[in-house]
């Protein structure tokens, strides 16, 4: 549907502000390093990130369930379908694969790394942003779902495929995770980021919805920010 100018002239000021939280978050130390560190600083980083990754469902579930707006919901729906989808591997398959089978880490490895303290703490937290009730519910989740869930995600990707292809050999398309989910997730990608956006064009219409969700994306922005600290 098209939106008033007026209108719009506040999402688009609200996307400005994520590309800069974006372009913040690729300039951190961690990224400039990566490339330098030995394989086991980069599987152990591949373990962290993956305890974040294998609670995706049930963090999106419990969100989807205090949404208001249908249409709110039906975003959350698809992009769930599309993580556990029907008679196909699901996408923690798929990190299995780009894991045991394509770099050669033990099952009992994978299986069995526990998550640090601080992965622990940013579990905690990312469940903590989708608390029911809030006032501007919808607003705030959406928000919070598209930086922590789907863009900071895809950004991680982005510098860890060019690692995977460097020290493993493991080229984009014989990546059934990492590359996939960098694609599939990254903003402007006409993916599951870009799918937030229609949403958020119809709740983010004047100041006040504006200053919330700068807000929420900030404090999505630190939860994941600090999670990446734990490796520097």
């Not at 006032?135 to 995977?164: C, F, M, N, Q, S």
């Amino acid at each position: 549907m098209p939106y008033p100018v007026e209108m719009m002239k506040y999402f688009e000021r609200y996307d400005n502000y994520e590309n800069l939280l974006i372009k913040k978050f690729n300039a951190h130390f961690l990224w400039q390093k990566l490339p330098k560190k030995n394989n086991k600083f980069f599987v152990d980083i591949l373990f962290q990130v993956g305890h974040l990754s294998s609670i995706f469902v049930p963090w999106y579930e419990r969100a989807k369930l205090g949404l208001d707006g249908e249409g709110d919901k039906e975003i959350l729906r698809a992009i769930l379908r599309d993580e556990i989808p029907r008679d196909l591997p699901t996408h923690q398959d798929d990190r299995f694969h780009d894991l045991v089978e394509k770099i050669g880490i033990s099952k009992n490895r994978m299986l069995n790394t526990e998550a640090s303290p601080q992965t622990k703490r940013t579990i905690k937290q990312l469940f903590d942003l989708i608390r029911y009730p809030q006032l501007d519910y919808d607003l705030k989740i959406l928000v919070a779902l598209r930086i922590a869930g789907e863009i900071l995600p895809a950004e991680t990707y982005r510098h860890i495929v060019p690692v995977l292809a460097a020290r493993f050999g493991i080229q984009p398309e014989e990546s059934m995770f990492y590359y996939p989910h960098f694609k599939h997730d990254e903003k402007g990608g006409k993916g599951h980021a870009d799918s937030f956006s229609p949403s958020l064009k119809s709740l983010i219409i004047d100041s006040r919805t504006l200053a919330i969700a700068e807000k929420s994306a900030l404090k999505a922005f630190k939860i994941r920010l600090a999670f990446y600290n734990q490796f520097i």
